[in-house]
């Protein structure tokens, strides 16, 4: 029982290039998120998908999209990569009740030159 | 809008000495409170959560956290800390009603245990 999946571990992207960051869960879990971490800021939540089929923004979208692909996957998207990407990106799902806690990946730091 | 307030950035504690990592919520109505563990190079792991009941919640590895409803506040404690408890601490808030998919996180508490 794997969890939560991120792939890759670690990314260098060059401004203006693009990149997808997947993520797959296998505990049948309704609710999945991108969040990144930056120091001194915490975890920010980028997009979230409270279910198959639905995506809402969160507090720092711009610059990515997003795809539910299905229940298990949901990826992340930089068109066009910024400086100011550079992050650690986590992933995480919940069962989508409101007492159930988030389940991480182990994050992929990417660093945009 | 929902926020989490984590007013110390590190805490310094010795080994065996109880320790305590401060946590204060904003939220409308009732929330969903965690308390969350990164070690180094990992994903979050949950350690406790509060739903509604008893205010003192016991959780993973010896930690328990007491919610406070007048003070806002989520505080988590250990009665005797140890070196493997360092590590990077986050509370977060679940609001409930319409925006209860959305979970707010502190920006964390480094926790230092010295042998």
């Known amino acids: 029982n794997a969890g939560v999946t991120q792939t890759p571990k670690f990314q260098v992207l060059k401004t203006g290039q693009s990149m997808t960051l997947q993520c797959a869960q296998d505990?049948?879990?309704?609710?999945m998120y991108w969040y990144r971490q930056d120091p001194g800021m915490g975890l920010r939540l980028i997009y979230y998908?409270?279910?198959?089929?639905?995506?809402d923004k969160g507090e720092v979208p711009n610059g990515y999209n997003v795809s539910r692909l299905n229940k298990r996957e949901f990826s992340l998207r930089l068109e066009s990569a910024a400086p100011s990407q550079t992050s650690v990106y986590f992933c995480?799902?919940?069962?989508?009740?409101?007492?159930?806690?988030?389940?991480f990946g182990n994050g992929t730091r990417l660093t945009v030159t | 809008a929902q926020s989490v307030a984590q007013p110390e950035d590190q805490v310094n504690v010795a080994e065996g000495n109880p320790l305590t990592v401060k946590c204060t919520y904003s939220?409308?109505?009732?929330?969903?409170l965690f308390w969350y563990v990164q070690y180094p190079n990992r994903g979050l792991q949950f350690l406790l959560k509060?739903?509604?009941?008893?205010?003192l919640v016991k959780g993973s590895y010896g930690f328990e956290a007491e919610f406070n409803k007048s003070q806002t506040s989520f505080h988590l404690k250990k009665p005797s800390a140890l070196v493997s408890d360092s590590a990077l601490y986050f509370c977060?808030?679940?609001?409930?009603?319409?925006?209860?998919?959305?979970?707010?996180f502190g920006i964390g508490t480094k926790l230092q245990v010295i042998p």
């Open positions: 995480a799902s919940t069962s989508g009740q409101g007492n159930s806690p988030l389940h």
């Open positions: 505990m049948n879990h309704n609710s």
């Open positions: 998908s409270a279910s198959e089929g639905t995506t």
């Open positions: 939220v409308s109505g009732n929330p969903y």
């Open positions: 509060y739903i509604t009941g008893d205010n």
């Open positions: 977060a808030v679940r609001g409930l009603g319409g925006g209860y998919q959305k979970v707010t």
